[in-house]
């Protein structure tokens, strides 16, 4: 059988006979999937062939590994990375072990995500949902994913000198994300009033890189050779040309070209089952916590509130289990049918197959959450610092991060306390609006008595008619909980726009277009 085989496959025959993994390989033929560590990949840098080699001799410069996880952003094609000085690009899926890319383009796996709440399903019967089943948001990303089985540069390209550049990305990869799913018939506990439930189960979270522009990546189903779709931010393909497919160099072969078409586009995924500790979160009107943009209402504080409290409370779980900052990680998910009103976090452990850290957690959880309000409460920063939230293994989400916003939604499970805003941050929420209407030569006055109330905001238009301006707090449905301000505009006919202190701070067009103006 052996001498059989050609090219590919009898190179990755001869590499495992090598390695003394014939048990393995003939595990493989019966157990295709779980015969291989498969959460680890490698980035495979060939060493140049000599004339008179056997065409299935191939030996490696270089194969360092990474958890699958991080090599999805790491070693993706499209980016670069220096090993031992050297500069590499990432060009190709290949691994020595599975040289046959159509076997990983066979087992793709559909990949289907709400664009704007965080519903997230790996279900056949999900890709043809017209709608998400959360939120109603009809954008969805849609695209298979394939589980890479490891990565290579191409032997044809010259070898640069790195000259100290950082690793740069073809798209990185999401925070791991739970599939919508069936809550779980019993929770191990509640806590708080039922504003909390917990439990401790293993699960399936996903992890996908969409490539840059979330525009997936192509693949070459013969030579391996794969690269971000063409477009903003990946300006040159080499595999396709015009729309027609490009003759290209196969990566693995000096001086060999490939005709064949490339297909896709896929994202790079990895589904992996590890033990999760499943939080969810209750809210009672007029508290809400929604995480979908709707006409109204944006959901952007709603998912940086989720964002910043689960990097918290992941932070402070490994204080107290006095474990590596980073080993404990979390995201957080929609519940089908929970609307603004319901809502998942959960954590997970890095560490392969689980070191059990999440049942710690649960069994911790009054101390872990105590601990997690000091470190949210016990900083001065604006939004999020070194002090506090961030950190090495968050850097991606460093942006996203507010403590301010974390602590009000922990503070309001914890005791009920509705979230509101001081005079002071109502006055600040409103400074950018302010100038902004005056330079739109708009009459604009703050703290403005009328009718024996004092109002934020009062706007005036050139009819002299008036637009009184409210600022509540995000987590708050104004609509649900009326403010003496608005009461007075109904009961006097004047116009009234409600606007929250997060949309007038980070989305200041979006406040100015609900004036209506
Ligand atoms: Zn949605
Ligand atoms: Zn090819
Ligand atoms: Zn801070």
Redesign the pocket.
């Known amino acids: 059988m052996r001498a059989q085989l050609e090219g590919a496959r009898r190179e990755g025959l001869e590499r495992q006979l090598e390695e003394q993994l014939l048990d393995t390989l003939i595990g493989r033929a019966i157990f295709p999937r779980y015969a291989f560590p498969m959460d680890v990949v490698s980035f495979w840098v060939s060493k140049p062939k000599w004339k008179g080699d056997p065409a299935y001799k191939r030996s490696f410069d270089y194969e360092p590994q990474r958890d699958l996880q991080i090599a999805l952003s790491e070693y993706a094609p499209g980016s670069s990375l220096t090993i031992d000085k050297w500069r590499f690009k990432s060009e190709c899926l290949y691994s020595p072990y599975a040289p046959d890319v159509r076997l990983t383009l066979e087992r793709a796996q559909a990949y289907v995500a709400c664009t704007s709440c965080g519903y997230v399903s790996l279900t056949e019967e999900s890709e043809s949902l017209a709608a998400c089943p959360c939120c109603s948001t009809v954008e969805m990303f849609k695209h298979r994913f394939i589980t890479p089985e490891g990565f290579a540069p191409d032997m044809n390209a010259r070898r640069d000198i790195d000259h100290g550049q950082g690793p740069s990305y073809a798209g990185r990869t999401t925070r791991a994300q739970l599939e919508v799913q069936d809550p779980p018939t019993m929770w191990d506990a509640q806590y708080f009033e039922h504003r909390l439930a917990v439990a401790a189960r293993p699960q399936n979270l996903v992890v996908v890189n969409k490539g840059v522009g979330d525009r997936g990546f192509l693949v070459?189903p013969?030579?391996?050779?794969t690269e971000p779709v063409f477009g903003p931010g990946f300006p040159y393909s080499v595999l396709m040309q015009g729309g027609t497919p490009r003759r290209?160099h196969?990566p693995l072969e000096v001086g060999v070209f490939?005709d064949?078409r490339?297909v896709g586009p896929y994202y790079l995924g990895h589904r992996f089952p590890t033990d999760v500790l499943l939080l969810r979160l209750r809210f009672a009107a007029p508290v809400v916590c929604p995480t979908a943009d709707t006409p109204g209402r944006s959901g952007r504080p709603g998912r940086t509130a989720l964002t910043s409290l689960v990097e918290a409370i992941a932070l402070a779980g490994s204080r107290i289990l006095q474990i590596d900052e980073g080993e404990l990680a979390g995201n957080w998910s929609p519940v089908l049918g929970g609307g603004e009103n319901e809502v998942y976090m959960f954590l997970y452990d890095l560490l392969p197959g689980g070191a059990g850290y999440t049942r710690l957690v649960r069994d911790h959880i009054e101390k872990v959450l105590e601990a997690t309000e000091v470190l949210l409460a016990g900083c001065d920063c604006e939004s999020s610092c070194y002090r506090c939230l961030r950190h090495y293994g968050n850097n991606v989400d460093h942006p996203s991060l507010d403590r301010r916003l974390a602590l009000a939604l922990l503070r309001y499970l914890k005791n009920g306390q509705q979230p509101a805003l001081s005079q002071n941050e109502r006055q600040e929420a409103l400074t950018w609006l302010l100038q902004l209407a005056r330079l739109k030569e708009l009459h604009a006055t703050q703290d403005a008595p009328r009718n024996g109330v004092i109002v934020p905001l009062v706007i005036t238009r050139d009819d002299g008619s008036e637009v009184w301006v409210d600022v509540h707090h995000p987590l708050v449905d104004a609509r649900a909980a009326p403010s003496l301000v608005q009461a007075t505009a109904a009961s006097h006919f004047v116009e009234f726009c409600p606007l929250d202190a997060f949309t007038l701070r980070h989305d200041l067009p979006r406040a100015y277009g609900a004036l209506q103006l």
Not at 222 to 225: F, H, S, T
């Open positions: 070459c013969d030579c391996g050779r290209h196969h490939c064949a490339a």
